[in-house]
Nanobody
Framework: QVQLVESGGGLVQAGDSLRLSCAAS????????MGWFRQAPGKEREFVAA????????YYTDSVKGRFTISRDNAKLTVALQMNSLKPEDTAVYYC?????????????????????WGQGTQVTVSS
């Protein structure tokens, strides 16, 4: 079983940057594709970014392309989300999640239901 702990959230102004980090423990980290999701007040949780087990494939939702970058360090058991040019609409609780992979293929997913393990979330608030 994998435990995930997010950190790095906070209150920033529009145009600022934040770097979220997710630390994993309790499992073989390199066997998991990782994703970042977010949930704004009154809205459903939505996909933000995903990265394959080896970092060779990444994918972003359209609204963050060119502003956010997902990365991972399998040696340090971490996945990060660098968020630049933040906008008020990026305000949400951000969650990292792990999806089991059963092959060496660079599998990723945008589907919430594909992810087995979730962190507790970290709040990001962007003021205008």
């Amino acid at each position: 079983q994998v435990q995930l702990v997010e950190s790095g959230g906070g209150l920033v102004q529009a145009g600022d940057s934040l770097r979220l980090s997710c630390a994993a423990s309790g499992g073989t980290f390199s066997r998991y594709a990782m994703g970042w999701f977010r949930q704004a007040p009154g809205k459903e949780r939505e996909f933000v970014a995903a990265i394959s087990w080896n970092g060779g494939r990444v994918y972003y939702t359209d609204s963050v392309k060119g502003r956010f970058t997902i990365s991972r360090d399998n040696a340090k058991l971490t996945v990060a989300l660098q968020m630049n040019s933040l906008k008020p609409e990026d305000t949400a609780v951000y969650y990292c999640a792990a999806k089991s992979t059963y092959s060496m293929g660079e599998v990723i997913s945008v589907r919430i239901d594909d992810y087995v393990y979730w962190g507790q979330g970290t709040q990001v608030t962007v003021s205008s």
